[in-house]
Protein backbone atom coordinates (compact mmCIF):
# COMPACT_ATOMS: atom_id res chain seq x y z
CA UNK A 1 0.00 0.00 0.00
CA UNK A 2 0.76 3.91 -0.71
CA UNK A 3 0.42 4.63 2.78
CA UNK A 4 -0.86 8.17 3.83
CA UNK A 5 1.68 10.93 5.36
CA UNK A 6 2.53 10.83 8.73
CA UNK A 7 5.48 12.82 10.79
CA UNK A 8 6.80 9.20 11.83
CA UNK A 9 7.56 8.23 7.97
CA UNK A 10 8.91 11.90 6.58
CA UNK A 11 11.19 11.70 9.78
CA UNK A 12 12.99 8.92 8.87
CA UNK A 13 12.99 10.58 5.16
CA UNK A 14 14.14 13.58 5.99
CA UNK A 15 17.43 12.16 7.89
CA UNK A 16 18.14 9.47 5.06
CA UNK A 17 18.05 12.65 2.99
CA UNK A 18 20.02 14.92 4.94
CA UNK A 19 22.55 11.48 5.55
CA UNK A 20 22.92 11.12 1.69
CA UNK A 21 23.76 14.66 1.25
CA UNK A 22 26.08 14.23 4.00
CA UNK A 23 24.37 16.37 6.83
CA UNK A 24 23.03 15.68 9.86
CA UNK A 25 20.49 18.40 10.04
CA UNK A 26 17.14 18.43 8.41
CA UNK A 27 16.82 22.44 8.25
CA UNK A 28 15.79 21.96 4.96
CA UNK A 29 13.10 19.67 5.28
CA UNK A 30 11.65 19.94 8.84
CA UNK A 31 8.71 21.70 7.93
CA UNK A 32 6.61 17.97 6.91
CA UNK A 33 7.28 16.66 9.98
CA UNK A 34 7.11 17.28 14.02
CA UNK A 35 9.09 14.30 14.92
CA UNK A 36 12.23 16.37 15.56
CA UNK A 37 14.36 18.04 17.90
CA UNK A 38 15.75 21.51 18.08
CA UNK A 39 19.90 21.63 18.82
CA UNK A 40 22.05 24.18 18.82
CA UNK A 41 19.95 26.27 16.52
CA UNK A 42 19.33 23.28 14.23
CA UNK A 43 16.66 20.60 13.88
CA UNK A 44 17.50 16.94 14.12
CA UNK A 45 15.38 13.74 13.27
CA UNK A 46 14.18 12.85 16.59
CA UNK A 47 14.64 9.24 15.35
CA UNK A 48 17.35 6.81 15.75
CA UNK A 49 19.76 6.64 12.69
CA UNK A 50 19.63 3.02 12.26
CA UNK A 51 16.93 2.58 9.60
CA UNK A 52 18.05 5.74 7.63
CA UNK A 53 21.69 4.07 7.85
CA UNK A 54 20.52 0.69 6.28
CA UNK A 55 18.31 2.76 4.11
CA UNK A 56 21.08 4.77 2.04
CA UNK A 57 22.20 2.33 -0.18
CA UNK A 58 18.98 1.56 -1.59
CA UNK A 59 17.68 5.31 -2.04
CA UNK A 60 21.20 5.95 -4.11
CA UNK A 61 20.54 3.34 -6.21
CA UNK A 62 16.35 4.49 -6.54
CA UNK A 63 18.34 7.92 -7.55
CA UNK A 64 20.73 6.32 -9.73
CA UNK A 65 17.82 4.65 -11.78
CA UNK A 66 15.36 8.30 -11.32
CA UNK A 67 12.92 6.94 -8.92
CA UNK A 68 11.98 10.63 -8.17
CA UNK A 69 10.78 10.91 -11.33
CA UNK A 70 8.42 8.28 -11.58
CA UNK A 71 6.76 9.07 -8.98
CA UNK A 72 6.39 12.62 -9.86
CA UNK A 73 4.49 11.63 -12.52
CA UNK A 74 2.43 9.07 -10.61
CA UNK A 75 1.46 10.67 -7.63
CA UNK A 76 -1.86 8.98 -6.19
CA UNK A 77 -4.11 11.33 -5.36
CA UNK A 78 -4.34 13.06 -1.86
CA UNK A 79 -0.90 11.55 -1.08
CA UNK A 80 1.46 14.49 -1.26
CA UNK A 81 4.92 14.34 -3.37
CA UNK A 82 7.51 12.27 -1.88
CA UNK A 83 4.97 9.72 -0.41
CA UNK A 84 5.89 7.34 -3.12
CA UNK A 85 9.85 8.26 -2.87
CA UNK A 86 9.05 6.79 1.14
CA UNK A 87 6.81 3.68 -0.35
CA UNK A 88 9.84 2.93 -2.98
CA UNK A 89 12.70 2.77 0.01
CA UNK A 90 9.49 0.72 1.72
CA UNK A 91 10.31 -1.86 -0.48
CA UNK A 92 14.16 -2.39 1.06
CA UNK A 93 13.58 -1.16 4.80
CA UNK A 94 10.03 -2.27 5.77
CA UNK A 95 8.73 -4.78 3.18
CA UNK A 96 12.35 -6.96 3.19
CA UNK A 97 13.00 -7.26 6.25
CA UNK A 98 8.79 -8.02 6.90
CA UNK A 99 9.45 -11.21 4.79
CA UNK A 100 12.51 -12.36 6.29
CA UNK A 101 10.32 -12.33 9.69
CA UNK A 102 7.95 -14.35 8.66
CA UNK A 103 10.58 -16.92 7.28
CA UNK A 104 12.21 -17.00 10.56
CA UNK A 105 9.09 -17.40 12.28
CA UNK A 106 8.00 -20.22 9.79
CA UNK A 107 11.38 -22.28 11.12
CA UNK A 108 11.13 -21.61 14.54
CA UNK A 109 7.78 -22.93 14.92
CA UNK A 110 8.12 -25.83 13.14
CA UNK A 111 10.91 -26.69 15.85
CA UNK A 112 8.15 -26.50 18.05
CA UNK A 113 4.74 -28.30 16.18
CA UNK A 114 6.42 -29.58 12.42
CA UNK A 115 3.23 -28.86 9.42
CA UNK A 116 2.24 -25.83 11.79
CA UNK A 117 4.87 -23.33 11.05
CA UNK A 118 3.33 -21.59 7.96
CA UNK A 119 0.05 -21.13 9.31
CA UNK A 120 1.78 -18.97 12.68
CA UNK A 121 3.72 -17.00 9.78
CA UNK A 122 0.78 -15.99 8.02
CA UNK A 123 -1.24 -15.27 11.30
CA UNK A 124 1.79 -12.94 12.67
CA UNK A 125 1.78 -11.47 8.97
CA UNK A 126 -1.84 -11.26 7.79
CA UNK A 127 -3.30 -10.86 11.37
CA UNK A 128 -1.57 -8.51 13.76
CA UNK A 129 0.11 -4.54 13.87
CA UNK A 130 3.19 -6.63 11.41
CA UNK A 131 0.98 -6.19 8.35
CA UNK A 132 0.74 -1.98 8.46
CA UNK A 133 4.28 -1.80 10.18
CA UNK A 134 5.38 -3.69 6.85
CA UNK A 135 3.49 -0.79 4.17
CA UNK A 136 4.61 1.98 6.96
CA UNK A 137 8.18 3.51 7.04
CA UNK A 138 9.10 2.59 10.96
CA UNK A 139 11.63 1.59 12.38
CA UNK A 140 9.53 -0.67 14.23
CA UNK A 141 9.50 -4.21 11.55
CA UNK A 142 13.53 -3.49 10.93
CA UNK A 143 14.11 -3.90 14.62
CA UNK A 144 11.76 -6.65 15.40
CA UNK A 145 13.26 -8.44 12.39
CA UNK A 146 16.41 -7.95 14.47
CA UNK A 147 15.23 -8.97 17.48
CA UNK A 148 13.37 -12.11 16.84
CA UNK A 149 16.64 -12.89 14.16
CA UNK A 150 18.82 -12.68 17.17
CA UNK A 151 16.46 -15.14 18.87
CA UNK A 152 16.59 -17.66 16.01
CA UNK A 153 20.47 -17.52 16.15
CA UNK A 154 20.90 -18.38 19.31
CA UNK A 155 17.98 -21.29 18.57
CA UNK A 156 20.48 -22.25 16.17
CA UNK A 157 23.48 -22.25 19.00
CA UNK A 158 21.87 -24.59 21.14
CA UNK A 159 21.52 -27.41 18.58
CA UNK A 160 25.14 -27.65 17.73
CA UNK A 161 28.27 -27.01 20.07
CA UNK A 162 29.32 -23.79 21.63
CA UNK A 163 29.89 -20.94 19.06
CA UNK A 164 30.77 -17.68 20.23
CA UNK A 165 30.29 -16.50 16.28
CA UNK A 166 26.66 -17.04 16.34
CA UNK A 167 25.80 -15.47 19.93
CA UNK A 168 28.37 -12.32 18.14
CA UNK A 169 26.01 -12.24 15.20
CA UNK A 170 23.39 -12.22 17.54
CA UNK A 171 24.25 -9.22 19.76
CA UNK A 172 25.52 -7.31 16.62
CA UNK A 173 21.71 -7.89 15.64
CA UNK A 174 20.32 -6.50 18.84
CA UNK A 175 23.10 -3.86 18.87
CA UNK A 176 22.05 -2.32 15.67
CA UNK A 177 18.48 -2.82 17.03
CA UNK A 178 19.61 -0.50 19.56
CA UNK A 179 20.56 1.66 17.17
CA UNK A 180 17.51 1.86 15.42
CA UNK A 181 15.05 1.67 17.88
CA UNK A 182 16.50 2.52 21.40
CA UNK A 183 13.75 0.34 23.46
CA UNK A 184 14.71 -2.57 22.04
CA UNK A 185 17.55 -2.34 24.60
CA UNK A 186 14.58 -4.33 27.00
CA UNK A 187 14.46 -7.21 24.05
CA UNK A 188 18.88 -7.50 24.62
CA UNK A 189 18.77 -7.74 28.70
CA UNK A 190 16.14 -10.49 28.19
CA UNK A 191 17.94 -12.71 25.54
CA UNK A 192 21.15 -12.02 27.09
CA UNK A 193 19.68 -14.04 29.93
CA UNK A 194 18.40 -16.78 26.92
CA UNK A 195 22.02 -17.57 26.01
CA UNK A 196 23.03 -18.23 29.59
CA UNK A 197 20.23 -21.31 29.26
CA UNK A 198 22.68 -23.43 27.50
CA UNK A 199 23.44 -26.35 30.45
CA UNK A 200 26.40 -27.52 29.18
CA UNK A 201 28.03 -24.43 29.14
CA UNK A 202 27.39 -22.66 32.64
CA UNK A 203 30.89 -23.13 34.09
CA UNK A 204 32.30 -19.46 34.99
CA UNK A 205 34.49 -19.90 31.35
CA UNK A 206 31.59 -20.82 29.18
CA UNK A 207 29.82 -18.01 30.38
CA UNK A 208 32.38 -15.52 30.04
CA UNK A 209 32.79 -16.61 26.21
CA UNK A 210 29.29 -16.63 25.28
CA UNK A 211 28.26 -13.63 27.06
CA UNK A 212 31.51 -11.96 25.72
CA UNK A 213 30.83 -12.80 22.54
CA UNK A 214 27.42 -11.47 22.90
CA UNK A 215 28.42 -8.24 24.37
CA UNK A 216 31.19 -7.62 21.88
CA UNK A 217 28.64 -8.16 19.24
CA UNK A 218 26.35 -5.53 20.88
CA UNK A 219 29.33 -3.02 21.23
CA UNK A 220 29.95 -3.21 17.58
CA UNK A 221 26.18 -2.86 16.54
CA UNK A 222 25.95 0.83 18.44
CA UNK A 223 28.78 1.74 16.91
CA UNK A 224 26.79 3.65 14.18
CA UNK A 225 25.00 5.09 16.30
CA UNK A 226 27.65 6.50 18.29
CA UNK A 227 29.52 7.60 14.99
CA UNK A 228 26.52 9.36 14.29
CA UNK A 229 25.73 11.21 17.63
CA UNK A 230 29.19 12.23 17.27
CA UNK A 231 29.06 13.23 14.14
CA UNK A 232 25.77 15.86 14.25
CA UNK A 233 25.93 16.13 17.77
CA UNK A 234 29.84 16.46 18.53
CA UNK A 235 29.22 13.78 21.50
CA UNK A 236 29.23 10.48 21.49
CA UNK A 237 26.02 9.35 23.91
CA UNK A 238 23.66 12.47 22.62
CA UNK A 239 20.37 11.62 21.41
CA UNK A 240 18.14 13.89 19.69
CA UNK A 241 15.57 12.34 21.90
CA UNK A 242 17.01 13.89 24.81
CA UNK A 243 15.94 17.58 23.56
CA UNK A 244 12.23 16.87 23.07
CA UNK A 245 10.20 18.87 26.25
CA UNK A 246 8.06 15.64 27.35
CA UNK A 247 10.91 12.83 27.14
CA UNK A 248 12.99 15.09 29.45
CA UNK A 249 10.43 13.49 32.15
CA UNK A 250 10.60 10.52 34.01
CA UNK A 251 13.37 8.37 31.88
CA UNK A 252 13.04 9.39 28.06
CA UNK A 253 9.17 10.10 29.08
CA UNK A 254 8.83 6.08 30.87
CA UNK A 255 7.35 6.96 34.36
CA UNK A 256 5.84 4.48 36.81
CA UNK A 257 3.59 1.38 34.75
CA UNK A 258 -0.13 2.04 35.15
CA UNK A 259 -2.56 -0.73 35.41
CA UNK A 260 -5.09 1.55 33.74
CA UNK A 261 -2.37 2.35 30.73
CA UNK A 262 -2.06 -1.41 30.47
CA UNK A 263 -5.56 -2.27 30.05
CA UNK A 264 -6.02 0.04 27.45
CA UNK A 265 -2.62 -1.24 25.54
CA UNK A 266 -3.97 -4.52 25.58
CA UNK A 267 -8.31 -4.17 25.49
CA UNK A 268 -9.34 -0.59 24.24
CA UNK A 269 -10.89 -0.24 20.29
CA UNK A 270 -7.73 -0.44 19.25
CA UNK A 271 -5.63 -2.49 21.75
CA UNK A 272 -3.54 -5.57 21.15
CA UNK A 273 -6.04 -7.82 22.15
CA UNK A 274 -8.94 -6.77 20.82
CA UNK A 275 -7.30 -5.83 17.40
CA UNK A 276 -5.43 -9.23 17.28
CA UNK A 277 -6.84 -11.87 19.43
CA UNK A 278 -4.83 -14.42 17.74
CA UNK A 279 -2.31 -13.71 20.08
CA UNK A 280 -4.15 -15.10 23.07
CA UNK A 281 -3.60 -18.25 21.67
CA UNK A 282 -0.14 -17.08 21.39
CA UNK A 283 0.32 -16.69 25.27
CA UNK A 284 -1.71 -20.20 25.76
CA UNK A 285 0.83 -22.05 23.36
CA UNK A 286 3.49 -20.32 25.50
CA UNK A 287 2.09 -22.29 28.85
CA UNK A 288 2.07 -25.41 26.57
CA UNK A 289 5.62 -25.04 25.18
CA UNK A 290 6.50 -24.48 29.25
CA UNK A 291 4.84 -27.74 29.95
CA UNK A 292 7.02 -29.73 26.97
CA UNK A 293 9.93 -28.79 29.16
CA UNK A 294 10.47 -25.98 26.60
CA UNK A 295 11.05 -23.40 29.87
CA UNK A 296 14.20 -21.20 28.66
CA UNK A 297 12.14 -20.41 25.48
CA UNK A 298 8.79 -20.00 27.32
CA UNK A 299 10.31 -17.78 29.87
CA UNK A 300 11.96 -15.77 27.20
CA UNK A 301 8.63 -15.03 25.78
CA UNK A 302 6.88 -13.69 28.84
CA UNK A 303 9.94 -11.64 30.08
CA UNK A 304 10.15 -9.70 26.62
CA UNK A 305 6.09 -9.65 26.99
CA UNK A 306 6.34 -8.34 30.54
CA UNK A 307 8.92 -6.08 29.97
CA UNK A 308 7.73 -4.06 27.22
CA UNK A 309 4.25 -3.93 28.47
CA UNK A 310 5.53 -2.58 31.91
CA UNK A 311 7.77 -0.25 29.90
CA UNK A 312 5.32 0.99 27.20
CA UNK A 313 2.35 1.14 30.65
CA UNK A 314 4.50 3.70 32.18
CA UNK A 315 5.34 5.99 29.06
CA UNK A 316 3.56 9.21 28.43
CA UNK A 317 1.93 8.61 25.10
CA UNK A 318 0.91 4.70 25.17
CA UNK A 319 -0.09 4.15 21.61
CA UNK A 320 2.62 5.81 20.64
CA UNK A 321 0.94 9.02 18.11
CA UNK A 322 -1.51 7.73 15.57
CA UNK A 323 -1.24 4.19 14.66
CA UNK A 324 -3.66 1.25 14.48
CA UNK A 325 -2.43 -0.37 17.95
CA UNK A 326 0.24 0.11 20.33
CA UNK A 327 3.11 0.19 18.49
CA UNK A 328 5.62 -0.16 21.12
CA UNK A 329 4.57 -3.33 21.41
CA UNK A 330 5.73 -4.35 18.23
CA UNK A 331 9.06 -6.69 19.51
CA UNK A 332 6.39 -9.12 21.27
CA UNK A 333 4.55 -9.76 17.86
CA UNK A 334 6.72 -12.56 16.65
CA UNK A 335 7.69 -14.16 19.98
CA UNK A 336 4.00 -14.70 20.48
CA UNK A 337 3.15 -16.03 17.02
CA UNK A 338 5.05 -18.92 16.77
CA UNK A 339 3.21 -20.37 19.59
CA UNK A 340 0.21 -20.33 17.86
CA UNK A 341 1.13 -23.47 16.25
CA UNK A 342 1.13 -25.46 19.47
CA UNK A 343 -1.94 -23.62 20.10
CA UNK A 344 -3.44 -24.44 16.53
CA UNK A 345 -2.94 -28.42 16.56
CA UNK A 346 -4.15 -28.45 20.16
CA UNK A 347 -7.31 -26.07 20.15
CA UNK A 348 -8.13 -25.70 16.15
CA UNK A 349 -11.29 -24.17 16.75
CA UNK A 350 -10.65 -21.38 18.71
CA UNK A 351 -7.21 -20.38 17.11
CA UNK A 352 -8.73 -20.13 13.56
CA UNK A 353 -12.19 -18.26 14.81
CA UNK A 354 -9.79 -15.92 16.31
CA UNK A 355 -7.17 -16.21 13.29
CA UNK A 356 -9.87 -15.16 10.90
CA UNK A 357 -10.99 -12.03 13.21
CA UNK A 358 -7.60 -10.86 13.32
CA UNK A 359 -6.63 -11.10 9.50
CA UNK A 360 -10.13 -9.63 9.49
CA UNK A 361 -9.76 -6.41 11.71
CA UNK A 362 -5.79 -6.05 10.84
CA UNK A 363 -6.75 -6.20 6.95
CA UNK A 364 -9.33 -3.50 6.73
CA UNK A 365 -7.42 -1.26 9.67
CA UNK A 366 -4.69 -1.52 7.26
CA UNK A 367 -6.38 -0.89 3.99
CA UNK A 368 -8.69 2.19 5.08
CA UNK A 369 -6.55 4.19 7.74
CA UNK A 370 -4.28 2.20 9.98
CA UNK A 371 -2.98 6.32 11.42
CA UNK A 372 -5.60 6.38 13.50
CA UNK A 373 -5.01 8.82 16.10
CA UNK A 374 -7.92 7.89 19.23
CA UNK A 375 -9.56 5.16 20.54
CA UNK A 376 -12.41 6.49 19.17
CA UNK A 377 -11.28 7.39 15.53
CA UNK A 378 -11.41 3.46 14.76
CA UNK A 379 -15.25 3.96 13.79
CA UNK A 380 -13.54 5.02 10.40
CA UNK A 381 -12.14 1.27 9.28
CA UNK A 382 -16.12 0.33 9.02
CA UNK A 383 -17.24 3.36 7.54
CA UNK A 384 -14.65 4.06 4.65
CA UNK A 385 -14.65 0.10 4.27
CA UNK A 386 -18.59 0.53 3.29
CA UNK A 387 -18.14 3.44 1.20
CA UNK A 388 -14.95 1.16 -0.76
CA UNK A 389 -12.83 4.18 0.04
CA UNK A 390 -9.07 2.96 0.31
CA UNK A 391 -5.55 3.38 1.11
CA UNK A 392 -3.55 3.96 -2.70
CA UNK A 393 -1.75 0.47 -4.16
CA UNK A 394 0.36 0.46 -7.32
CA UNK A 395 -2.49 -0.10 -9.06
CA UNK A 396 -4.24 3.36 -7.38
CA UNK A 397 -0.66 5.40 -8.80
CA UNK A 398 -1.46 4.29 -12.89
CA UNK A 399 -5.53 5.15 -12.51
CA UNK A 400 -7.24 2.43 -11.27
CA UNK A 401 -8.68 5.15 -8.13
CA UNK A 402 -8.78 4.28 -4.54
CA UNK A 403 -11.62 2.12 -4.35
CA UNK A 404 -12.53 -1.75 -5.37
CA UNK A 405 -10.69 -1.42 -8.64
CA UNK A 406 -7.33 -0.18 -6.72
CA UNK A 407 -7.21 -2.59 -3.82
CA UNK A 408 -7.11 -6.09 -5.75
CA UNK A 409 -3.09 -6.36 -5.70
CA UNK A 410 -3.06 -6.10 -2.27
CA UNK A 411 -6.04 -8.66 -1.81
CA UNK A 412 -4.37 -11.09 -4.28
CA UNK A 413 -1.27 -11.33 -2.30
CA UNK A 414 -3.35 -11.68 0.83
CA UNK A 415 -5.44 -14.14 -0.12
CA UNK A 416 -3.03 -15.92 -1.22
CA UNK A 417 -1.44 -16.04 1.93
CA UNK A 418 -4.64 -17.45 3.65
CA UNK A 419 -4.52 -20.42 0.62
CA UNK A 420 -0.79 -20.88 1.45
CA UNK A 421 -1.42 -21.52 5.28
CA UNK A 422 -4.59 -23.77 4.19
CA UNK A 423 -2.52 -25.68 1.95
CA UNK A 424 0.88 -25.83 3.99
CA UNK A 425 -0.83 -27.42 7.56
CA UNK A 426 -2.13 -30.75 7.86
CA UNK A 427 -5.67 -31.36 8.18
CA UNK A 428 -6.62 -30.49 12.01
CA UNK A 429 -8.96 -33.09 13.71
CA UNK A 430 -11.78 -30.98 14.61
CA UNK A 431 -13.73 -32.54 17.80
CA UNK A 432 -16.91 -31.16 18.92
CA UNK A 433 -15.90 -29.97 22.16
CA UNK A 434 -13.25 -27.51 19.84
CA UNK A 435 -15.85 -26.51 17.40
CA UNK A 436 -18.33 -25.29 20.27
CA UNK A 437 -14.81 -23.48 21.43
CA UNK A 438 -14.35 -21.96 18.80
CA UNK A 439 -17.84 -20.37 18.87
CA UNK A 440 -17.95 -19.36 22.18
CA UNK A 441 -14.14 -17.71 21.55
CA UNK A 442 -16.19 -15.94 17.93
CA UNK A 443 -18.78 -14.95 20.31
CA UNK A 444 -17.17 -13.85 23.03
CA UNK A 445 -14.78 -11.39 21.05
CA UNK A 446 -17.68 -10.24 18.86
CA UNK A 447 -19.52 -8.78 22.29
CA UNK A 448 -16.52 -7.81 24.20
CA UNK A 449 -15.02 -5.37 21.11
CA UNK A 450 -18.56 -4.03 20.26
CA UNK A 451 -19.42 -2.56 23.40
CA UNK A 452 -16.77 -3.53 26.02
CA UNK A 453 -14.14 -0.94 25.14
CA UNK A 454 -16.88 2.15 25.58
CA UNK A 455 -19.13 0.38 28.24
CA UNK A 456 -15.88 -0.58 30.77
CA UNK A 457 -14.76 3.18 30.16
CA UNK A 458 -11.52 1.94 28.46
CA UNK A 459 -11.97 3.92 25.75
CA UNK A 460 -12.45 7.15 27.46
CA UNK A 461 -8.91 5.81 29.87
CA UNK A 462 -7.18 5.88 26.67
CA UNK A 463 -8.34 9.06 25.65
CA UNK A 464 -7.16 10.74 29.18
CA UNK A 465 -3.93 9.23 29.05
CA UNK A 466 -3.68 11.30 25.23
CA UNK A 467 -5.07 14.62 26.69
CA UNK A 468 -1.92 14.12 29.36
CA UNK A 469 0.23 13.70 27.26
CA UNK A 470 -0.45 17.56 25.75
CA UNK A 471 -3.27 16.83 23.12
CA UNK A 472 -6.21 18.85 24.80
CA UNK A 473 -8.47 17.92 21.79
CA UNK A 474 -8.82 14.08 22.94
CA UNK A 475 -11.82 14.69 25.00
CA UNK A 476 -13.78 16.91 23.02
CA UNK A 477 -16.96 15.62 21.81
CA UNK A 478 -17.47 18.27 19.09
CA UNK A 479 -14.21 16.90 17.43
CA UNK A 480 -14.39 13.18 18.06
CA UNK A 481 -17.06 10.87 18.69
CA UNK A 482 -18.92 10.72 21.59
CA UNK A 483 -18.44 8.43 24.33
CA UNK A 484 -21.33 7.26 24.35
CA UNK A 485 -20.41 5.66 20.97
CA UNK A 486 -19.70 1.89 20.06
CA UNK A 487 -16.39 1.95 17.41
CA UNK A 488 -16.01 -1.34 16.19
CA UNK A 489 -20.10 -1.77 16.05
CA UNK A 490 -19.99 -2.02 11.95
CA UNK A 491 -16.41 -3.65 12.30
CA UNK A 492 -16.94 -6.72 14.80
CA UNK A 493 -19.84 -8.24 13.60
CA UNK A 494 -17.87 -8.45 9.69
CA UNK A 495 -15.27 -9.75 11.79
CA UNK A 496 -17.28 -12.59 13.50
CA UNK A 497 -18.72 -13.85 10.34
CA UNK A 498 -14.97 -13.95 9.22
CA UNK A 499 -14.54 -16.55 11.98
CA UNK A 500 -17.53 -18.70 11.57
CA UNK A 501 -16.72 -18.70 7.91
CA UNK A 502 -13.34 -20.20 9.20
CA UNK A 503 -14.98 -22.48 11.35
CA UNK A 504 -16.69 -23.56 8.53
CA UNK A 505 -14.06 -24.19 6.32
CA UNK A 506 -12.19 -26.22 8.98
CA UNK A 507 -15.40 -28.26 9.53
CA UNK A 508 -15.93 -29.54 5.89
CA UNK A 509 -12.45 -29.63 4.95
CA UNK A 510 -12.27 -32.00 8.08
CA UNK A 511 -15.49 -34.03 6.67
CA UNK A 512 -13.56 -34.15 3.40
CA UNK A 513 -10.56 -35.65 4.77
CA UNK A 514 -12.75 -37.99 6.97
CA UNK A 515 -13.89 -40.05 4.18
CA UNK A 516 -11.42 -41.93 2.87
CA UNK A 517 -10.92 -43.40 6.38
CA UNK A 518 -14.06 -44.10 6.83
CA UNK A 519 -14.84 -45.46 3.71
CA UNK A 520 -11.54 -47.86 4.66
CA UNK A 521 -13.01 -48.71 7.60
CA UNK A 522 -16.25 -49.78 6.37
CA UNK A 523 -14.17 -51.81 3.55
CA UNK A 524 -12.65 -53.19 6.30
CA UNK A 525 -15.56 -54.30 8.55
CA UNK A 526 -17.22 -55.70 5.52
CA UNK A 527 -14.30 -58.26 4.68
CA UNK A 528 -14.37 -59.15 8.44
CA UNK A 529 -17.93 -59.99 8.33
CA UNK A 530 -17.90 -61.84 5.70
CA UNK A 531 -14.47 -63.75 7.05
CA UNK A 532 -16.63 -64.32 9.97
CA UNK A 533 -19.40 -65.93 8.04
CA UNK A 534 -17.17 -68.01 5.82
Known amino acids: MIQSFSWNQTSHYDLIRALNNEEATIDRYQANTGDKAYYKGHWYSARAPGLALFSLPFYDALNIVGAESWTDAHVAPPNRPGDEMIYLIGLWSDVLPYLLLLLLVW ?55 PSPMLLGIAGLAMGYAFSSEYPTFFAAIVLGLFLLSRRDSLTPLGVARRGGAYLAGGLIGIVPLLLYNHYAFHSWTHLAYSDIPRQQQGFFGIGAPSLRVLATLLFDSRGLLTISPVLAMGVIGTVMLYRRGKRAEALTIGGICLCYLFYNSGYYLPFGGGFMGPRFLDTTLPFLAFPIALALKRFPGPTIALAAISITTTVVATITHPLVGYETETVVWGRYLAEGFFQPTIASAYGLGRGWGGIWPFFLAAGGGVLLAAWATPRLRLSGASMRGGVLALVAWVLFAALAPTLLG ?25 FSSYPLKALAPLAGVAGLLGLCALRVTRNESQRPSERSSTDAG ?7 SA
Open 107 to 161: RVAERYEPGYGVAAAVALGLGTMALAFSQLLFSHMFTTFLCFAAFWLMLRERDGP
Open 526 to 532: SQAQRAL
Open 458 to 482: IDHAGLVSIYGAGDHTALSTALHPS
